[in-house]
């Protein structure tokens, strides 16, 4: 099949679009997961999984350069509307988020994602449990990146747990396609331990029954794509795919009940 020169160029551009920077579960954690999810699936259906809602604490770190809102410093409102995308994004699943507080750091190291670790060690908050949210100018084009939860995690592991997002990918945000707030959505899927629906191709996906698989990544908003014999359409409604946020709208009834399982596995206990 032949393309025109333009025609390669607008689907670079569309297939580098949206970039998620969470590192590849390893196949110890996949295994976990299974584990974790065989076991419990058994003693309770999924209704029952999300039927005790889960209230997540959450603090939102915004670092910044200066006090213009190019310059990083994301005004409240802007995350108090982040905060209802969140509620309403995993209402279905049965966990909402509370928002304890919002702190503003002027580091432009800390701002270009440089001295993590120092970073992370002056200002999260609170427990394994609880949601840490560092808002930031990534590079690479990565809008989003977090920690997957581990069992019996160290002090070292607490201190760098959370979701680093990119500034302007926030509700009414500057960047196009990607500012309806669910760049957090996405990486908090993480952060439970969901993985892509695209993670282990057409013959593994992402271990979640209700989740049809799909070969690779969805861009944009592609109705009908079909990559994988059986199985469905590809799930690019997702919030755990690639497409642009205005396609993004569900998470299946399993991944809520895993996600459910996830937390109460991995971290309420922490």
């Known amino acids: ?28 954690l996949i295994q976990s997961n299974n584990n974790i999810w065989a076991e419990e699936a058994s003693s309770f259906s999924i209704s029952e999984a999300v039927a005790a809602p889960i209230v997540v604490e959450v603090y939102f770190h915004v670092l910044r350069t200066g006090t213009a809102e190019s310059q990083g410093n994301i005004p409240d409102q802007k995350l108090y509307d982040q905060l209802d995308v969140l509620n309403a994004d995993y209402a279905s699943a049965g966990i909402s988020f509370k928002l304890l507080g919002i702190t503003r750091t002027t580091n432009s190291a800390w701002y270009n994602d440089q001295a993590e670790s120092q970073m992370k060690a002056a200002l999260r908050k609170g427990t394994y449990k609880t949601l840490n949210v560092y808002y930031q100018n990534l590079s690479g084009g990565v809008l989003g990146y977090c920690y997957y939860p581990k069992s019996n995690p160290d002090a070292a592991t607490v201190s760098l747990d959370g979701c680093a997002v990119l500034s302007s990918s926030v509700p009414n945000g500057s960047l196009a396609n990607y500012n309806l707030g669910r760049t957090l959505t996405h990486e908090a899927g993480h952060w439970f331990g969901l993985f892509h629906t695209f993670q282990g191709g057409c013959t593994g996906g992402d271990s979640v029954d209700d989740t049809p698989p799909e070969a690779s990544a969805a861009y944009g908003c592609p109705v009908g794509r079909d990559t994988c014999n059986g199985g469905g359409v590809d799930p690019i409604h997702n919030f755990m795919d690639y497409s642009y946020d205005s396609c993004m709208e569900e998470f299946t009834p399993q991944q809520g009940a895993r996600m459910n399982t996830y937390f109460k596995n991995y971290r309420s206990s922490t």
């Open 1 to 28: 099949m032949r393309f025109s020169v333009l025609a390669l160029f607008a689907i670079a551009a569309l297939t580098t679009a949206r970039k998620c920077g969470t590192e590849e579960p390893s196949q110890e």
